[in-house]
């Protein structure tokens, strides 16, 4: 495992992750400004440069304005000379994606998840999706930073290992382990919710920002959390369990065991309980033909919403309503600059975000809170993966501290 760790921390030491990241930063940028801005001396960035053009890490491009004597060759990143896989691994598939430097996807593939997985066939699916990845596009194994697993459910990050996956009713899966063995390159794994954070932060609605919190509503309500630009994990590595926050003290039972979750009012398995419950007290809607059509679900939901259904409509408003209440209470607590909502609600923006505003708009203590920008996610079904990906360009890009 040293030797993995070792080979990535080859492309990294302080200036030279000094001078990587300003160049992503401020690309395309001279030698000259190197200097200035990271107030090393001209010699210094000359000779990183040089390391990190040898590395293929960054390239020259154009010349920029002449101050006086020879114009100077402008420095970018390299976007293409290396890639990331990053998985995105759900109750029910695994989706991947194939990035270049600027989280850029190159490809994407999706694979089902059989019902009744066993741990070691979790594992043997995930290595055999990378293996039929890098197979097709092709992929040279040196030019491969790195492979990130956003996992479903409750992951100890340092070991990289999946403690709990509860819609899988697996735990202690020994991801990190397993994959650095099979491809004998750098692995991190964090928990999903956390890595579509990350890769909202670093490419999508949360570029700019200092602090947010990145909202998944599926099948279950969870949250990631930056804080002064770094994911926040907490004491025991379940901050962002917003789904179990209890907003309504004689609401429905949640799979957890309490009342009033979040998750069992807000959710699509709750949404869908509700419908449920409106049709069989004979209330009208389209989600009959869809009952008896096939299963219902969030999906269906939202399509009879899009339709006028006046019974999905409701459902949908109500439950921006709960998330508003579960957001107001984010804010009172972390004050946050963003919040971002994805999963399978942000589909149903048009239905869900009015009531969603307007109850943190009523709710929240003062006036500059009550306007704490909330976005759906840019990086949409592929938010994940993209997550997943950018925990190896975070580590790659991060300017080690010298404490």
């Known amino acids: 495992m040293s030797k993995l760790v070792g080979s990535f921390q080859l492309m990294k030491s302080l200036n030279r992750s000094l001078i990587l990241n300003t160049i992503r930063q401020r690309s395309p940028i001279s030698r000259a400004d190197l200097a200035k801005i990271t ?20 390239m020259e491009s154009e010349q920029g304005e002449s101050k006086g004597g020879r114009k100077p060759t402008l420095l970018v990143i390299n976007a293409s000379s290396y890639q990331v896989v990053g998985l995105d691994v759900g109750p029910s598939s ?111 609605a949360g570029r700019g920002s200092q602090s947010l919190v990145c909202i998944n509503v599926g099948r279950g309500i969870g949250a990631g959390i930056i804080h002064d630009g770094k994911l926040f994990h907490g004491r025991h590595s379940i901050a962002g369990e917003i789904g179990h926050m209890i907003i309504d003290l004689n609401g429905p039972l949640c799979q957890c065991g309490n009342e009033g979750c979040l998750q069992a009012i807000a959710s699509g398995p709750a949404l869908v309980d509700l419908a449920i419950h409106a049709m069989n007290d004979g209330q009208e809607t389209l989600l009959k033909n869809a009952k008896h059509g096939g299963p219902l679900s969030g999906e269906s939901i939202y399509e009879a919403a899009k339709l006028g259904d006046t019974l999905a409509r409701r459902l949908l408003a109500e439950a921006g309503k709960a998330l508003g209440v579960g957001i107001t209470n984010l804010i009172h607590v972390l004050n946050p600059d963003r919040i971002i909502i994805g999963g399978g609600v942000a589909k149903a923006e048009g239905f869900v975000f009015e009531s969603l505003r307007g109850t943190i708009h009523k709710l929240v203590l003062t006036e500059k809170a009550k306007h704490t920008v909330v976005l759906p996610s840019e990086l949409g079904q592929h938010a994940t993966a993209i997550g997943a990906a950018t925990l190896l360009l975070a580590e790659l890009f991060a300017t080690p501290t010298t404490d």
Do not use: C
């Open 39 to 58: 107030q090393l001396t001209p010699p210094t960035v000359s000779s990183l440069v040089k390391e990190l053009l040898d590395m293929e890490l960054v």
């Open 94 to 204: 695994i989706k991947l994606v194939l990035t270049d430097l600027n989280g850029e996807i190159i490809d994407s593939a999706e694979d089902d998840v059989p019902k009744g997985v066993t741990r070691t066939d979790l594992l043997e699916l995930m290595a055999r999706n990378i293996e039929n990845f890098i197979r097709k596009n092709p992929i040279h194994i040196d030019k491969l930073l790195g492979i990130g697993v956003g996992m479903h459910g409750i992951v100890d990050v340092d070991k990289g290992i999946s403690l709990l996956a509860p819609n899988l009713h697996l735990k202690d899966i020994p991801i990190k382990d397993y994959l650095e063995d099979k491809f004998n390159v750098l692995v991190k794994v964090e928990n999903d919710v956390r890595a579509m954070a990350l890769g909202e932060f670093w490419f999508g």
